[in-house]
């Protein structure tokens, strides 16, 4: 349709272009004036005069040309929803005891028991008594027990061993000695020796049995003790 309205208007102009070339072939000039005046208007109303198939083409060749594109939204996601259980919270009331406390009874107080009367001819002794005299020695100078003091009478120079006289050596020799209460020298033991194997030990423990010592005191009476001796060898 809208092709024939096409070729319909072209026919008109064409019909028209004639008309005009006609016109000026004349030579009268009113006429002339007068033809292209007409002319003028001819086309004028043409190009005005609405084709009613010519809008229905075009509207239809936009209707075809325009494409609709829609966003796609997904669906929302599905919610669970929690089963919420109510738990109800029971406390426990104590069921006061509906009889009344019982009252106590009354005691009497029980009667003091005297002591029985101490018999005249007995002796009362008044004080602290005394500790039990030590079963062992105790540590010379330790707590309340004094030093034994060696009596400079007593005391005897140990003999100085051939073998370490022969080869120079000097020693000395450390030893533990039980010193009695009577001040007598008891079991010697080597506790320490510079030169070991050499007869210091021997000459050492040989001489200080027989030394005599001050006792140590224990309270201003003396006791046996653990007392350390040091015996040392030197060349003349």
């Not at 083409?57 to 669906?75: G, H, L, N, S, W």
């Not at 020695?137 to 073998?163: C, F, H, Q, W």
Request: proline share 13%; charged share 30%; net charge negative.
């Amino acid at each position: 349709m809208a092709q024939e309205s096409t070729l319909r208007l072209d026919e008109r102009v064409r019909a028209e272009d004639t008309a005009f070339a006609q016109l000026l072939e004349h030579k009268d000039g009113g006429f002339f004036f007068y033809a292209f005046l007409g002319a003028l208007v001819l086309h004028a109303v043409v190009l005005l005069v609405n084709f009613p198939e010519m809008k229905k083409a075009q509207a239809e060749k936009k209707r075809q040309d325009v494409i609709i594109v829609k966003k796609y939204v997904p669906p929302p996601p599905k919610v669970q929803r929690k089963k919420v259980v109510r738990k109800k919270l029971t406390k426990k009331v104590p069921i006061p005891d509906p009889t009344p406390e019982e009252p106590e009874p009354i005691r009497e107080p029980e009667p003091e028991i005297e002591p029985e009367p101490i018999p005249p001819d007995v002796e009362i002794m008044i004080g602290v008594p005394e500790p039990p005299p030590p079963s062992g020695p105790l540590l010379a100078g330790v707590g309340d027990v004094t030093n034994p003091i060696l009596i400079p009478e007593s005391k005897i120079d140990p003999e100085y061993p051939e073998l370490a006289r022969v080869a120079r050596l000097e020693g000395s020799v450390i030893l533990q000695a039980i010193i009695h209460a009577d001040g007598s020298v008891g079991d010697v033991e080597v506790l320490r020796t510079n030169r070991p194997g050499m007869g210091f030990e021997e000459s050492a423990i040989h001489a200080v049995k027989q030394w005599a010592y001050k006792p140590a005191l224990q309270n201003g009476k003396p006791v046996e003790v653990y007392f350390t001796v040091f015996v040392e060898f030197k060349l003349h």
